[in-house]
């Protein structure tokens, strides 16, 4: 079969990118409309190939893993040595311990604490309704999600002061892209930031050891105490980072799948309306419409939107050559907006996940946790915890922002890039307004 070189983008274009200050996505975008699915553009001496067509994620994700690896993770001052970060047969050990934990066994173990955490934002939210109390959507998916991943891990529910301290979290996440990739001595508020956190890991890890299960029992935190009893590599060190990495992965992600969400709602009330109408509250056909809408923002937003991978060996990457030592980024966000993959991409529609046939089959056409064997481990727990909560939320509350984020920061996640606040409408007001 012939080979080719990937096609690359004029590098003029790329210098009128980097002059005009756009985002990273505004040239990813850029060379998938113009070059097609496997593409190239430089922005230093050897290209970087960027990946959306179906076949050719799959064969870097889930066929050749091997060939097209990690480097080291961007959010490694934060993580450490988790799960996230980790790579050959450290990262197969740590794999294998948690993944017990996020399959349908493991998982049972969790939903009473997610009922929890759901009921607990749910009281909140009845609050803000009765006061008119205006709040911001997206720091309320946050609480709810640290909630979830707090109780989950220590057996404890979020009580204010962790809470607090948790707030390090997404401030060292939020400043890690304007660190240099290799930074390992971070200064000045990060590194505050970062002293909080492993204080707060700490005083979690000594209770946990000390057998202080929480009122909902024993949570992931002491299975990684257990493990150490028997796994010399499970040292203190190693359970921080575990613990942080699971705390990062395990809310930062949700909570900005939520809030896009309901911005998406916001514009597309129908899909609400679509979602609560499939079945009655607590039927099978209402939870499946509402992971529907969690399914289709996360078509729109995926949780990992960029997944970089390093070429370790030369290959062919449908029909196009790949060298050692290229820098390949596989892209969830545009491949998720492919018109050529999906009706009408730019439209908010729950029946892509409802209805036969409606959406691409192909496993390489929506992978908004990865696939293959790095996809997220949490994806199970986050679907879970995601249609949980808008089971209590969407059938009482729809927000008014009043205002709107103008769009997205790509960093590790895609997020909002601005504030959310809103108040409460409540939902028997309005049908009667109506």
């Given amino acids: 079969m012939a080979t080719h070189a990937v096609p690359e983008l004029d590098p003029a274009l790329v210098g009128q990118w980097q002059a005009g200050g756009g985002d990273i996505i505004d040239l990813l975008t850029q060379a998938r409309e113009q070059l097609g699915g496997v593409a190239a553009f430089r922005l230093g001496p050897r290209p970087t190939v960027l990946v959306t067509d179906p076949v050719a994620v799959q064969h870097v994700l889930a066929l050749h893993p091997g060939r097209y690896v990690k480097r080291s993770h961007r959010a490694r001052l934060l993580i450490g040595d988790g799960v996230l970060a980790a790579t050959g047969e450290a990262w197969q050990r740590q794999r294998r311990l948690l993944q017990s934990q996020f399959t349908g066994r493991g998982m049972r173990r969790y939903e009473q604490r997610i009922t929890e955490a759901a009921r607990t934002s749910a009281a909140r939210w009845a609050e803000y309704a009765r006061t008119g109390q205006v709040f911001d959507v997206g720091e309320e998916m946050r609480r709810f999600a640290l909630d979830t991943i707090w109780r989950s891990l220590t057996g404890h529910p979020l009580d204010p002061a962790t809470e607090r301290e948790l707030a390090a979290v997404p401030a060292v996440v939020a400043a890690l892209p304007s660190l240099p990739a290799d930074s390992t001595a971070p200064e000045g508020t990060v ?172 496993p390489g056409s929506y992978f908004p946790f990865g696939i293959g064997p790095r996809a997220c481990l949490g994806l199970q727990f986050a679907l879970r915890e995601s249609t949980v909560l808008l089971e209590h939320l969407l059938p009482a509350h729809t927000p008014r922002f009043r205002s709107i984020p103008d769009g997205a920061a790509y960093s590790i996640t895609v997020r909002p890039d601005g504030p959310t606040p809103a108040v409460l409408g409540d939902q028997a007001a309005d049908a009667a307004r109506r």
């Avoid at 890890?205 to 929480?214: F, S």
């Avoid at 575990?242 to 809030?259: P, Q």
């Avoid at 809408?293 to 390093?310: C, D, G, K, T």
């Fill in 191 to 362: 590194a505050a930031d970062l002293a909080v956190i492993d204080a707060l890991a700490g005083h979690a890890i000594a209770a946990a050891r000390d057998k202080e299960a929480g009122p909902d029992g024993p949570g992931l935190l002491h299975v990684l105490l257990d493990a150490a009893e028997t796994r010399p590599e499970y040292t203190d060190g190693l359970i921080r980072d575990e613990l942080v990495t699971l705390l990062v992965a395990g809310h930062e992600t949700t909570a900005t799948t939520l809030t896009w969400l309901y911005l998406l709602l916001d514009r597309n009330p129908e899909a609400r309306e679509q979602a609560l109408a499939a079945g009655a509250d607590g039927s099978p056909e209402r939870r499946l419409a509402i992971q529907a809408l969690v399914h289709e923002a996360l078509r729109f937003y995926p949780s990992a939107w960029i997944l970089p991978r390093s070429a370790a060996e030369d290959d062919i990457l449908a029909g196009y050559e790949i060298e050692a030592g290229t820098d390949v980024l596989v892209c969830p966000y545009l491949t998720h907006r492919d018109p050529q993959l999906w009706d009408d991409p730019s439209r908010f529609d729950l029946t892509r996940f409802t209805v036969s046939g409606r959406r691409p089959v192909h």
